[in-house]
């Protein structure tokens, strides 16, 4: 294992299986911590591939999972039964073994389009702050969550002022309207973790840590942030 960087807390892997034993031991201990400390704990998950291996391996820790509610950091506006949701990969991924005593709140509502959803989805995420632990991932157009760049809710989701802690936004290089966490929702967390995979991966964190241009690479707004530091982990 390899620490980089002052910035950030970097940690690079030679094996997936190496950085998934640290890192879902990482988050137990957070998860740990704050039950023993607070009753309750808070998870806020992302989807995609990446994450695939960590849900399962995290969903066979013995911990009390009745006390955590897992969230998610931002969802395509999919009915949960479509294999696309987030929710879903979740659900089939992480609540499973141990973990399907978790407490689980989407973002999806049945009936209403992301735009019309907006504030109930701020409420609900409202009543789950503070954060214990959020875990991004970043795609190689640097976006994060459903922080795509150059998209034209940019301004009002990096606008910390902002109280919502969810957006509607729709890509223009992704397909389905989603909605995400705000940047302030995502610094409102106690840890933030970025999980990220291979060379490619890499070179666009490299090249995020030195952009001055937020809307161009959106994950720069989190890893440059001067309030969370961000841990980043990658094989």
Same mark, same amino acid.
């Given at each position: @294992? =390899?620490?980089?960087?002052? @910035? ?13 034993? =640290? /890192?879902?031991?990482? %988050? ?10 607070? &009753?309750?704990? *808070?998870? /806020?998950?992302?989807?995609?591939? *990446?994450?695939? #291996? ?20 931002? =969802?395509?506006?999919? #009915?949960?039964?479509?294999? $696309? ?21 989407? @973002? ?7 735009? =019309? ?15 214990? %632990? ?6 190689? $157009? ?13 301004? &009002?989701?990096? $606008?910390? &002022? ?7 936004? *729709?890509?223009?290089?992704? #397909?389905?309207?989603? @909605?995400?966490? *705000? ?29 001055? $241009?937020?809307?161009?690479? #959106? ?17």
């Amino acid at each position: @294992m =390899e620490e980089v960087g002052t @910035m950030n807390n970097f940690k690079s892997f030679s094996s997936n299986e190496q950085l998934l034993e =640290e /890192l879902c031991s990482h %988050i137990v201990s957070i998860l740990q911590e704050s039950i023993e400390q607070n &009753e309750k704990a *808070t998870l /806020l998950v992302s989807g995609g591939n *990446t994450p695939k #291996p960590l849900f399962q391996k995290l969903s066979t820790a013995d911990i009390s999972w009745e006390k955590v509610t897992v969230a998610l950091v931002d =969802e395509r506006w999919l #009915p949960n039964t479509n294999k $696309d949701s987030n929710e879903f990969l979740v659900k089939q991924n992480l609540l499973q073994n141990f973990a399907s005593k978790a407490n689980f709140i989407g @973002m999806y509502k049945e009936n209403k389009s992301a735009d =019309e959803a907006q504030e109930e989805c701020s409420k609900t995420y409202e009543k789950l702050t503070p954060f214990d %632990i959020v875990v991004l991932g970043m795609g190689n $157009d640097s976006h994060t969550a459903s922080l795509f760049p150059n998209n034209e809710k940019l301004k &009002e989701a990096f $606008d910390l &002022e902002n109280k919502n802690l969810c957006i509607s936004i *729709t890509p223009a290089t992704a #397909p389905y309207e989603r @909605m995400s966490l *705000t940047l302030g929702a995502i610094l409102s967390a106690k840890n933030i973790i970025l999980h990220i995979q291979g060379e490619e991966k890499l070179k666009v964190y490299e090249k995020a840590l030195v952009s001055t $241009d937020i809307y161009k690479t #959106p994950i720069s707004a989190v890893l440059n942030n001067k309030k969370t530091d961000v841990e980043v982990y990658h094989s």
